[in-house]
């Protein structure tokens, strides 16, 4: 069959089910949302088999043309390609991290092998590849645009990334490693999910709610009522008489961060939250049929081995190879810098918590068997009581005034006063679930932007943390017409209960700004390219505009815009906004150390050259090495470290090794990576891989930028201006660096983000 024939064919069937599968059919939806009422689980499968013919049929046309290859017969062609698969992926993968049902969870696990085969045929294929190298080789002498140059650059390296020089047994097992990859890492996020919604803890006795703030047990009954566990019930699983469960009570606690935060903060029963720590930090890590460190060091083995056959010596060497950082050397001597300042300040931190422990000892209110040092399920608890010691902040006074509404009302308030948008919530979107919502958004002109969903509440069946995505990007289509974005943030924000709506804490507020600078990135984008649009930017680039956004959350003018009282409507008043802005540097160093130690154990996994190390090796395990294993060494700041001295190869205990990692950085006992090993999602599942830095390396950036705001202004048009010119409508249609220096006037300081963090 000719492959115009096959095209041709697979359209006709595309026509003839497109009353069946609403993917093959044109959206008729408001703004070309997907139709999510009508998406059925097994419409996906379908669509993305009819994508990948389409797309690979599209791919041999534009090899098949006679034409001498230029941008646009050879990389516009392919970057125009692939409609449908881009359409039907957008909705799987945004559903299959915010409401992944266990058929959704399949169906993802049957398609993740198509794509990857794809992407190798695309990626692998020599004839494809000496079209896009004749244009590659003479991009800055063809009259291109900088973004043609950048996106023919990005398509070149896409291949070389993925072994299209190499010969064909390299390819034969890149296919292989690419292949086992994606369903690793797809695993380790299925058993993160799991293992996060297995625990419970389930309260029933007053001692047992000491010092919970009335709010927080609104929600845990919520949580009590929602999973049916009546007083009935609670009695009954615990071996005692309904008569005796407290008024108000059950308390269903879990792992969520709006459950397990709160308690970790707030409890004053230290066997509970040593226990709801312990179930939080082994998560991935219990020996059990959702156990990841297996699967961690099978993920590992096969980055080394793909960063050997592409000629690097780590995954990290590879991996930071395009980043704005460039090496690994840099990463390690900018996390150190860091990383010492964040435990200095930690320890001035512990001494103040201590002096309380200390006392609460002195009055018998520890249990009699324990010691009275701060471990780290007393951080959150104690870290609390020094600020409301030190500056009087009781966060339950302050939650009334940031009920998640009037929050969200704030977000959009800044982003009309800086760059002039304007948001409309229309309640006849369709949405995935009853919890979204979604609101047009236009220009200073009245031009439309893009349309933005919020997924604020947690559910068993949504990823922990908080996340900006798209189901549509931004380009400009073969025709001419500007394909606007559709966006959505997603959070694990408290919910509302017990008749009170959702109050958001200060790190939940934050968080909300924080995410909604990724939406603004996306939104105001200005590509004619969607691989070059909006958030599509380097790893250690793209949280500038999310990180930046927060600086705006807690100053006292944009405060008075939306802090409200949800009962009276009050505005916040001018006592509590002091405490907050003096609080505002408070418990930094912990909060330094935490990221900067799971920056820096991000960055010895894949600084690794083997996952076997000899057998006096600190974090060797038991398991030997197979024949022909090759000894590991840490490949630290450009320096090659042994791992081991002698005896027989052997595999390596990933928590011996995070173990190793930490101490050898120098963090505290009363400190835990923010995220360990066995439950490092983003780096093991979530693209984030030797780039768990670029929280902190964007730190700089924006707290480097926001210096400029507070001088000129918060509001200064012409910086506003400047930063959406430059930053925000740019995607990756220019160097990051010199995005920045054109807006700012200068390269980045360290000093800024040390400045900001009370680290100096």
Same mark, same amino acid.
């Given at each position: 069959m000719s492959r115009k024939l096959f095209f041709s064919s697979i359209l006709l069937l595309m026509m003839s089910c497109s009353n069946i599968n609403p993917?093959?059919?044109?959206?008729?939806? !408001?703004?070309?949302? !997907? !139709?999510?009422?009508? /998406?059925?689980?097994? *419409? =996906?499968?379908?669509?993305? &088999?009819?994508g990948i013919h389409q797309q690979a049929a599209e791919v041999d046309a534009i090899i098949a043309k006679d034409a001498e290859p230029d941008f646009e017969n050879t990389i516009a062609a392919y970057e125009h390609s692939g409609q449908l698969l881009d359409r039907v992926t957008g909705v799987l993968f945004n559903l299959s991290e915010s409401d992944a049902t266990p058929a959704l969870q399949k169906v993802v696990e049957k398609v993740i092998p198509m794509l990857t085969e794809h992407n190798d045929n695309i990626f692998m294929n020599p004839y494809f590849f000496e079209r896009v190298k004749k244009v590659y080789d003479s991009r800055n002498s063809s009259g291109l645009t900088r973004e043609q140059i950048r996106l023919t650059e990005k398509l070149y390296r896409r291949f070389m990334s993925n072994g299209v020089s190499l010969d064909a047994a390299g390819q034969a097992r890149m296919r292989e490693i690419n292949r086992e990859l994606a369903a690793l890492e797809q695993d380790f996020g299925n058993n993160l999910l799991a293992e996060t919604n297995s625990f419970t803890l389930l309260l029933t006795d007053s001692s047992e709610i000491a010092g919970l703030p009335e709010s927080v047990l609104h929600s845990a009954a919520a949580e009590a009522e929602a999973a049916g566990i009546s007083a009935r019930d609670a009695a009954r699983l615990k071996g005692m008489d309904e008569r005796d469960v407290a008024a108000g009570g059950p308390w269903l606690f879990?792992?969520?961060? !709006?459950?397990? $935060?709160?308690?970790?903060? =707030?409890?004053?029963?230290?066997?509970?939250?040593?226990?709801?720590?312990?179930?939080?930090?082994?998560?991935?890590?219990?020996?059990?049929?959702?156990?990841? &460190?297996? /699967?961690?060091? &099978? @993920?590992?083995?096969?980055?080394i081995e793909k960063a050997h056959l592409l000629g690097y010596e780590t995954p990290a060497g590879f991996i930071l190879s395009d980043k704005m950082a460039r090496s690994p050397e840099t990463v390690d001597s900018f996390l150190d810098r @860091?990383?010492?300042?964040?435990?200095?300040?930690a320890r001035e931190e512990i001494t103040d918590m201590q002096a309380l422990m200390d006392a609460d000892a002195e009055a018998g209110l520890l249990p009699a068997d324990s010691t009275s040092v701060i471990r780290p399920w007393d951080w959150a608890f104690y870290a609390e009581r020094v600020r409301?010691?030190?500056?009087?902040?009781?966060?339950?006074?302050?939650?009334? =005034?940031? &009920?998640?509404?009037?929050?969200?009302?704030? $977000?959009?308030?800044?982003?009309?006063?800086?760059?002039?948008?304007n948001f409309v919530k229309v309640d006849s979107l369709p949405v995935y679930h009853p919890d979204v919502e979604g609101f047009k958004v236009t220009d200073s002109d009245s031009s439309f932007l893009g349309i933005f969903l919020t997924d604020y509440y947690p559910r068993s069946t949504k990823r922990g943390g908080a996340w900006m995505s798209n189901f549509r990007n931004q380009e /400009?289509?073969?025709?001419?017409? *500007?394909i606007r974005p559709v966006i959505v943030n997603v959070g694990n924000f408290t919910k509302p209960a017990a008749g009170k709506p959702s109050l958001l804490t200060l790190d939940e507020t934050a968080t909300m700004f924080h995410e909604f600078g990724h939406a603004l990135h996306g939104m105001l984008t200005r590509c004619t390219y969607k691989d070059m649009s909006g958030t599509s930017v380097a790893r250690d680039f793209v949280e500038l505009p999310s990180q930046l956004n927060e600086?705006?959350?807690?100053?006292?003018?944009?405060?008075?815009?939306?802090?409200?009282?949800?009962?009276t409507g009050e505005t916040i008043p001018d006592s509590l906004v002091v405490k907050i802005r003096q609080a505002g540097k408070f418990n930094q160093g912990f909060m330094t150390t935490e990221l900067a130690a799971a920056s820096i154990l991000d960055m010895r996994w894949h600084e690794l050259t083997s996952v076997y190390v000899p057998s006096d090796s600190p974090f060797a395990s038991q398991t030997p090495a197979p024949e022909g294993a090759e000894a590991a060494f840490l490949v630290i700041g450009g320096k090659k470290i042994p791992t081991g001295t002698s005896g027989e190869l052997r595999l390596i205990d990933p928590v011996r090794f995070e173990e190793y990692v930490m101490k050898e950085a120098g963090l505290i006992e009363e400190i835990i990576p923010r995220y360990r090993t066995t439950y490092f999602n983003h780096i093991f599942k979530s693209g984030y891989d030797a780039g768990y830095y670029s929280y902190l390396w964007a730190e700089v950036l924006d707290k480097d930028a926001f210096e400029l705001f507070a001088k000129r202004g918060l509001f200064d048009s012409r910086t506003a201006i400047s930063y959406r010119k430059n930053i925000l409508e740019k995607g990756d249609s220019e160097d990051p660096m010199v995005s920045y220096r054109r807006f700012r006037g200068a390269e980045p300081s360290v000093g800024a983000l040390l400045r900001a963090r009370g680290l100096e």
């Open positions: 993917f093959f059919g044109e959206w008729d939806t !408001p703004y070309g949302i !997907p !139709p999510f009422g009508e /998406i059925h689980v097994n *419409d =996906y499968i379908h669509a993305v &088999k009819f879990t792992l969520q961060n !709006p459950s397990y $935060v709160p308690f970790m903060t =707030y409890s004053a029963n230290r066997e509970l939250r040593e226990k709801m720590f312990r179930a939080y930090s082994s998560r991935g890590n219990n020996g059990n049929d959702r156990d990841n &460190k297996d /699967i961690v060091l &099978k @993920i590992m083995a096969l980055r @860091i990383f010492s300042a964040g435990v200095r300040k409301q010691s030190k500056y009087a902040l009781d966060e339950t006074e302050v939650k009334p =005034y940031f &009920k998640m509404e009037n929050v969200r009302e704030g $977000v959009f308030a800044v982003a009309h006063r800086l760059y002039g948008v /400009i289509s073969e025709d001419g017409e *500007d600086n705006w959350a807690f100053q006292p003018e944009v405060l008075a815009m939306y802090a409200r009282h949800y009962e």
